[in-house]
């Protein structure tokens, strides 16, 4: 099919020069005319290059600089009102894209067949695949669970038949029909929201629509889809127009917590009702207790911050600051050589090759002979590697999960220090040392063990926060 429509491309960026290089590459390629399109950029202040970089390679977009980093829902509501200033006539539809993406030759030109030829449809996305991962499926449109604001992703995690083996330059070019290649699949599907990853909509509708309310990040997107929804629209979801996104597998759910526990009462006070707040309010309060019992008081904070924050009506930026530090091997070095740390504790869920610590850790454990690591060996049916490293004392541990809990419950107070995977921390593994060390594929941080004496002190108020929740 031939369109004739004419589309803004609207891209929101900040310090990630090589992603959106790497995005308007691939739109270079794109199967859709190029003088039906222009290219907006929103900068929100990088300080890393992108725009020296976008400036010297491409000369056919236009920049927009925000002062300072305004976030998703700044970025794109800057490039949104710029949309919403030029006449009627100027574009048919607006192209939202995140800038961690790339896409593939006929990712627009599927979504414009679908606006083309739907005219109840107001928005349509790409089916979202994951970057790291390129023959595996993060997300084709979602749902939301209005009980609790939860997301649920369609098809979250499936894989294509016969893509693991493929290169992403490959996919890029290939077939991309994913109705003929997965079990029940239809070439495009109702849903309750596409995120803005890769988001088509009626410039009319959007303009009508609004801006986006001022999360600053996380749920923006959703929400904007429901009032759309609300209004009467569709919103569906391409399986024939694909685009690869970083995955939120090695994102650590750290400082974003406090959006996404604060905009999504936002959003189910708008699209639900006061006891899917009230719920939400009070399982916020549990997630609080439980980064406590982990050892992450900061991420508490950050929790009980978004409940009261929300409750006196703020929104939009906060100034987030987390005891954070980047992987300087040096530096964890230093903590392994620290002479009051002497027992090493370290669970299978820590990857210690893809953190780069197993160098850093055998060096420490050469110059110091007094050094004992012991590693939790994984049970068999959890199917991971039995990943050792030089001089470990293994530990094993049953394989039923509740005597395996018992089991790190008795090691409590046991060592000095104990490694912690953030994407996958060991509950009552952060009581067995004195010290424990977050780490994950970008930084690390070193956090004190938890108090039981502090928690029962701290019981009173979060009990309070539990029982005002439900007013």
């Known amino acids: 099919m031939n369109s004739t429509a004419k589309i803004l491309i609207i891209i929101v960026t900040w310090n990630k ?40 390679q491409f000369d056919d977009l236009q920049i927009i600089h925000n002062a300072e980093n305004l976030g998703g829902t700044g970025g794109f509501n800057t490039g949104l009102a710029w949309a919403f200033e030029q006449a009627e006539s100027r574009y048919d539809y607006l192209w939202l894209l995140d800038n961690d993406v790339v896409v593939h030759k006929n990712a627009l030109s599927e979504l414009v067949s679908i606006l083309d030829e739907n005219p109840d449809i107001a928005i349509t996305g790409s089916t979202m695949m994951q970057l790291d991962y390129p023959w595996r499926i993060n997300e084709m449109g979602a749902f939301i669970d209005r009980g609790r604001g939860t997301l649920l992703f369609n098809r979250h995690l499936k894989e294509v038949p ?10 890029l070019v290939g077939d991309a029909d994913l109705s003929k290649k997965l079990n029940d699949c239809q070439p495009s599907m109702d849903v309750d929201y596409v995120a803005a990853a890769s988001l088509l909509i009626r410039a009319p509708v959007a303009k009508q629509t609004g801006l986006w309310m001022d999360f600053f990040i996380h749920y923006d997107d959703v929400e904007w889809c429901l009032r759309i929804a609300g209004a009467g629209h569709r919103i569906v979801v391409s399986a024939k127009s694909l685009i690869w996104h970083v995955s939120a597998i090695a994102k650590v759910p750290s400082w974003i917590l406090y959006y996404d526990n604060r905009n999504v009462l936002y959003l189910l006070e708008k699209h639900s009702d006061k006891a899917a707040v009230k719920n939400t309010m009070r399982w916020i309060v549990k997630k609080a207790l439980y980064y406590k019992l982990l050892g992450k008081e900061d991420l508490t904070q950050l929790h009980l911050e978004a409940l009261a924050d929300y409750q006196q009506g703020i929104m939009g930026k ?5 005891p954070y530090q980047s992987p300087a091997l040096s530096e964890i070095g230093a903590v392994f050589s620290d002479p009051s740390i002497n027992t090493i504790i370290i669970p299978w869920t820590v990857n210690l090759q893809a953190t780069s610590l197993l160098q850093t850790l055998v060096i420490a454990m050469r110059k110091r002979p ?8 994984p049970p068999p049916q959890l199917d991971y590697p039995p990943c050792q490293f030089p001089n470990a004392i293994p530990i094993a541990v049953p394989s039923f999960f509740v005597l395996r809990y018992l089991k790190y419950f008795r090691l409590r107070k046991q060592f000095d220090l104990c490694l912690q995977s953030d994407y996958q921390p060991i509950l009552l593994l ?20 938890p108090s039981f004496s502090k928690i029962i002190n701290s019981l009173p108020a979060l009990l309070k926060t539990w029982f005002q929740s439900g007013k």
């Open 162 to 171: 016969g893509w693991r083996e493929k290169p992403l330059p490959e996919l």
């Open 17 to 56: 020069k090589d992603y959106v290089l790497d995005l308007l590459k691939s739109l270079s390629s794109i199967s859709f005319p190029r003088d039906q399109l222009d290219i907006l950029v929103i900068d929100n202040a990088s300080n890393d290059g992108t725009v020296e970089a976008l400036e010297a």
């Open 318 to 322: 906060k100034n987030i600051q987390l």
């Open 430 to 449: 952060s009581w067995a040392a004195k010290q424990n060390l977050f780490v994950n594929y970008d930084n690390y941080c070193l956090r004190p063990a």
């Open 370 to 377: 007094e050094l004992k690591v012991f590693y939790i060996v």
